[in-house]
């Protein structure tokens, strides 16, 4: 059993966390002002599941403690932006050359003759179990959605979230081409399944002469249905893809209600700065959210065999946040043909985004983007801070700043979940070996 570095002592109900250094942006009220460097030192007491008071470094409490000797301490992560369903199979069905479009045909033959209930439970077990063990508490996934796969893979979705219940909060989302909701009937079809199993519409979009109206569609039956959307968005290196624009006019056209996210946007990085500009401001207008994937953006984006990638493949986040458009980071796929790597480890996400998007000097509130900013992106504020009354779902660091924290992995970390160390240990790949046709 791995419950990584932090020996915590026995003790009754309570406990003190002591000498810890938090990121500000993850306290609901920071005892001190945070440094320079957005950091606050503080003492944290735990009483069983929940965090009863957060308060400046090296107060007296009489109570049982474990020095942090200023290790940092974050709250359990936000993955916003997941491939569960498709994790895993690269063994099975790689990439054969690294590409976007390889990487769409080798997963649509691998759904086509794989995809049963029992593969697709399988494999989304297995990743959840990799994201819980790294700290991850609340996880958004897309599933493949084209038909007759919905009929599949949402209800074994439905089972997995009660499964997880409690470990790991699962929220999922339609992935489909976006003409298909002109199918009247598949339409009505889809809408209900995901309204029944309390998950969002989505589609990627795609720029085709019937989109608006494929965007009015969707907009129409989620507002009426009563869930939120999220589209795959201009995942390309052509500046002509230019979704997002059709996605913010038709939220503000229809007078969308609800929650409104958009992934990836690539292409945005690539057009004209007039017209990104523009497109950004009718973004903030429109209160769409925006979710950068840079690990597995940056590995498909630009690519060309015997050619050095000239771009990183992600979007304007730094523009699109000065325009206050909320902006978050996750881990996209895992293992599978648009990704050959990736474990669900959100402190790696964050790691990677700070080198590719230049998320520092100071970091400071850019630490949000892998927990706080995407709980609330996604309505789920009980997620991603630390505070008084809430849940003790923590995970603790020995790295004491931020130069340290990103310079290693930090495997060696706590988790936290309701106050207790849970145990660490990953799952083995050995145990996908039959799925994918691995001999003994």
């Known amino acids: 059993?791995?419950?990584?570095?932090?020996?915590?002592?026995?003790?009754?109900?309570?406990?003190?966390?002591?000498?810890?250094?938090?990121?500000?942006?993850?306290?609901?009220?920071?005892?001190?002002?945070?440094?320079?460097?957005?950091l606050v030192r503080a003492d944290i007491v735990v009483n069983e599941s929940i965090v009863e008071q957060v308060m400046p470094a090296g107060g007296?409490?009489?109570?049982?403690?474990?020095?942090?000797?200023?290790?940092?301490?974050?709250?359990?992560?936000?993955?916003?932006?997941?491939?569960?369903?498709?994790?895993?199979i690269w063994p099975r069905k790689p990439n054969p050359d690294g590409t976007f479009d390889s990487a769409l045909a080798a997963v649509v033959e691998d759904r086509e003759a794989e995809w049963t209930a029992g593969d697709v439970e399988r494999r989304m077990d297995f990743s959840l179990r990799a994201a819980y063990a790294h700290g991850t508490s609340l996880l958004r996934t897309h599933l493949d959605s084209a038909p007759p796969q919905h009929l599949i893979s949402w209800p074994v979705f439905a089972g997995m979230r009660e499964r997880w219940a409690g470990?790991?909060?699962?929220?999922?989302?339609?992935?489909?081409?976006?003409?298909?909701?002109?199918?009247a009937a598949f339409a009505d079809e889809l809408v209900g399944l995901v309204a029944e199993c309390g998950g969002v519409l989505g589609a990627?979009?795609?720029?085709?002469?019937?989109?608006?109206?494929?965007?009015?569609?969707?907009?129409?039956?989620?507002?009426?249905?009563?869930?939120?959307?999220?589209?795959?968005v201009d995942e390309s290196a052509d500046p002509t893809a230019r979704s997002l624009r059709h996605i913010a006019d038709a939220a503000i056209r229809n007078g969308f209600p609800g929650r409104i996210v958009a992934g990836h946007c690539c292409s945005l990085a690539?057009?004209?700065?007039?017209?990104?500009?523009?497109?950004?401001?009718?973004?903030?207008e429109a209160g769409i959210a925006v979710v950068s994937l840079p690990m597995c953006n940056m590995y498909l984006q630009d690519r060309g065999a015997g050619r050095?990638?000239?771009?990183?493949?992600?979007?304007?986040?730094?523009?699109?946040?000065?325009?206050?458009?909320?902006?978050?980071?996750?881990?996209?796929?895992?293992?599978?043909?648009?990704?050959?790597?990736?474990?669900?480890?959100?402190l790696e996400v964050f790691r990677e985004a700070v080198r590719i998007i230049h998320l520092d000097h100071p970091i400071g509130a850019w630490a949000g983007l892998a927990s706080r900013v995407p709980a609330g992106i996604i309505g789920r504020s009980d997620h991603g801070t630390i505070g008084a009354g809430r849940l003790a779902d923590l995970v603790l660091f020995r790295g004491r700043s931020w130069t340290e924290l990103l310079a290693r992995?930090?495997?060696?970390?706590?988790?936290?979940?309701?106050?207790?160390?849970?145990?660490?240990?990953?799952?083995?790949?050995?145990?996908?070996?039959?799925?994918?046709?691995?001999?003994?």
């Open 1 to 38: 059993m791995d419950k990584g570095f932090a020996a915590l002592p026995a003790h009754g109900p309570r406990l003190v966390l002591a000498n810890a250094t938090v990121p500000g942006i993850f306290l609901d009220n920071p005892p001190v002002p945070p440094d320079e460097e957005g």
């Open 60 to 88: 007296e409490t009489g109570l049982p403690s474990f020095d942090l000797d200023r290790g940092m301490v974050w709250p359990t992560f936000v993955d916003m932006h997941t491939h569960i369903d498709k994790g895993h």
């Open 167 to 183: 470990r790991v909060d699962l929220q999922a989302v339609s992935i489909l081409p976006v003409d298909l909701f002109l199918d």
């Open 204 to 232: 990627v979009t795609f720029m085709m002469p019937e989109l608006d109206e494929a965007l009015d569609v969707m907009m129409r039956r989620a507002a009426a249905a009563g869930l939120d959307l999220d589209f795959h």
């Open 270 to 284: 690539v057009q004209p700065a007039e017209e990104a500009d523009a497109t950004m401001e009718r973004v903030a």
């Open 308 to 346: 050095t990638p000239r771009w990183r493949g992600v979007t304007l986040i730094h523009e699109l946040m000065a325009r206050d458009v909320p902006v978050a980071v996750a881990s996209d796929n895992t293992r599978d043909p648009f990704y050959a790597y990736g474990d669900l480890d959100m």
């Open 409 to 440: 992995p930090q495997s060696d970390r706590t988790i936290l979940r309701a106050g207790a160390a849970i145990d660490r240990t990953l799952p083995d790949y050995r145990e996908l070996d039959d799925l994918m046709g691995l001999s003994q």
